[in-house]
């Protein structure tokens, strides 16, 4: 008879990229309850977010994360650009789409890296990371910008895409596929891969739709919520998509799932960067000003559908509500986890994927007092002491 | 406490996407938005007046457990019967 005890891994740990605390409670080593403990990263982006003019917060709110930059940019001006009636041409919906996919590229691939670093195979790891890198390189030479890629502004983008950005873009993800092709197979029959995704993990149908996990969490369950197929926007109006789905539930699903979608974005960045209107330009100036209203939104980031909700009056921001696809998938970690051996516990949580600095991005008053950000230390990011 | 069940009980087939706590001049609002098979969210505007509970609704959508805590720790508004009202969740301990 074991003894219930209480396994604690992070806040800081070497399997963990962000700060998480898990505690785990185990029997011998299998996982009886789980407990997630937040608040490490947590840095109070929706109230910097308020009272601010509409221009100023879109700068604020593609930092919210550096992964998936871009899907919160798009989410953002989605939803303002819908309630003040902005029409945006055909070439800022794709150059916004191309950035977009890219990120999810991006993201899938160094999540690949990372899970396969889990798994012990750092040959992998280090296989993924050399092809991510080709598409920071492609965000710098678009954007200028590896990370934080600020391309976008109200009703238009910062610069338009030569010719020769659009071919370096296609060049790029032709060498990343011929690679990653292999690498896929590799996932696909590797014997360690095999044996500690397949069938770890579980989340079924019912659970999925259930706890409206999102993503390709709830897309490995066989639910289709892929915001970019359920209702297109921007330039996925323009372009041919197909949900990529699979049925198991596991965490070798969940590879899988992703491995795919990036094979999924760059037949659609082909797709964009053919149908891009070659003689237009992108509108020289953006919308500055926008009185009052409020609506929801969302966009398809490489976690899931990510939700904005604005209200703005007289101008500013009153409210800025952001509901990050790991937030949404968060409830159901604990169940995830329970009943598995405490060794997979680490292949089980990175197969969610959890971006925590999305997630932590809630309105934080320390005593009481609440800090004044000035526009030019929100800009540079710090505060002067 | 504000009763608001009833008024949800037509949302099962749907997906609770978000609770937003939102402060206007007219009073103080709760927003519930789900997704349907519309492009559209669809929303639920619940004013609380100067109500410290709520009802929570995770009998009808379980993953309202975290979004109704997430309220609780940021604006104090209680959703009895709500396993995360009352724990922490970002924030440190006081």
């Known amino acids: 008879m074991h003894k219930t005890c209480l396994f604690p891994i992070g806040p800081q740990h070497p399997s963990l990229k962000e700060p998480l605390f898990l505690k785990l409670y185990v029997e011998g080593t299998t996982v009886k309850d789980a407990v997630f403990d937040l608040g490490y990263a947590h840095r109070g982006v929706e109230e910097k977010l308020e009272g601010k003019q ?20 798009m989410a953002f001006l989605r939803t303002v650009e819908g309630f003040a009636g902005v029409e945006i041409p055909d070439r800022v919906a794709l150059q916004r789409v191309i950035v977009a ?28 990371m050399r092809e991510r890198e080709k598409v920071l390189d492609v965000f710098d030479e678009l954007t200028g910008n590896r ?29 990343i596929k011929e690679n990653l092709v292999r690498y896929r197979k590799t996932v696909n029959s590797h014997d360690v891969i095999r044996d500690r995704c397949i069938g770890k993990g579980v989340i079924t149908k019912k659970d999925a739709q259930t706890f409206g996990l999102v993503g390709p969490v709830a897309r490995a369950c066989n639910i289709n919520n892929d915001v970019r197929v359920t209702s297109p926007y921007m330039g996925y109006k323009m372009l041919k998509l197909k949900s990529i789905m699979r049925k198991e539930g596991d965490a070798q699903a969940r590879t899988l799932v992703r491995l795919d979608e990036v094979f999924a974005s760059m037949d659609l960045l082909r797709q964009a960067c053919n149908q891009i209107p070659r ?11 926008i009185a009052q209203g409020y609506g929801a939104g969302a966009s398809e980031a490489p976690r899931g559908e990510n939700f904005h909700f604005i209200k703005v009056v007289n101008g500013k921001t009153a409210r800025v509500k952001l509901r990050t696809p790991t937030l949404a998938n968060l409830v159901m970690f604990p ?14 949580v990175m197969s969610l ?17 609440t800090e004044i950000w000035t526009s030019h230390e929100l800009f540079r990011g710090e505060k002067k002491c | ?55 929570s609704i995770i009998s009808i959508h379980p993953n309202a457990a975290i979004l109704e805590g997430e309220v609780t720790e940021m604006y104090g508004i209680k959703f009895p019967g709500n396993p995360y009202s009352g724990k922490r969740i970002f924030l440190e301990e006081k």
């Open chain 2, 1 to 55: 406490m504000k009763k608001i069940i009833p008024q949800f009980k037509k949302t099962k087939s749907e997906r609770l996407v978000s609770i937003s706590y939102l402060k206007e001049e007219e009073g103080v609002f709760i927003y519930y938005h789900f997704a349907n098979k519309t492009p559209k969210f669809r929303e639920i505007k619940i004013e609380i007046g100067n109500e410290k509970e709520v009802e």
């Open chain 1, 147 to 175: 990370v934080h890629h600020s391309s976008d502004l109200i009703g238009t983008s910062k610069r338009t895409f030569s010719e020769e950005n659009l071919e370096f873009v296609l060049t790029t993800i032709d060498s």
């Open chain 1, 335 to 348: 169940e995830a986890v329970k009943g598995a051996d405490i060794t997979d516990v680490p292949v089980i």
């Open chain 1, 353 to 369: 994927d959890p971006c925590i600095s999305c997630m932590e991005r809630v309105a934080v008053v320390k005593d009481g007092k």
């Open chain 1, 54 to 73: 509409v221009d100023t917060a879109l700068h604020a709110v593609q930092r919210t994360c550096g992964i998936c930059s871009q899907c919160h940019t």
């Open chain 1, 101 to 128: 996919e890219l990120e999810r590229i991006h993201s899938h691939m160094l999540w690949a890296g990372v899970m396969m670093h889990e798994l012990g195979l750092d040959t992998l790891f280090m296989y993924f």
């Open chain 1, 279 to 289: 003689k237009s330009k992108v509108p020289k100036y953006p919308v500055k000003r």
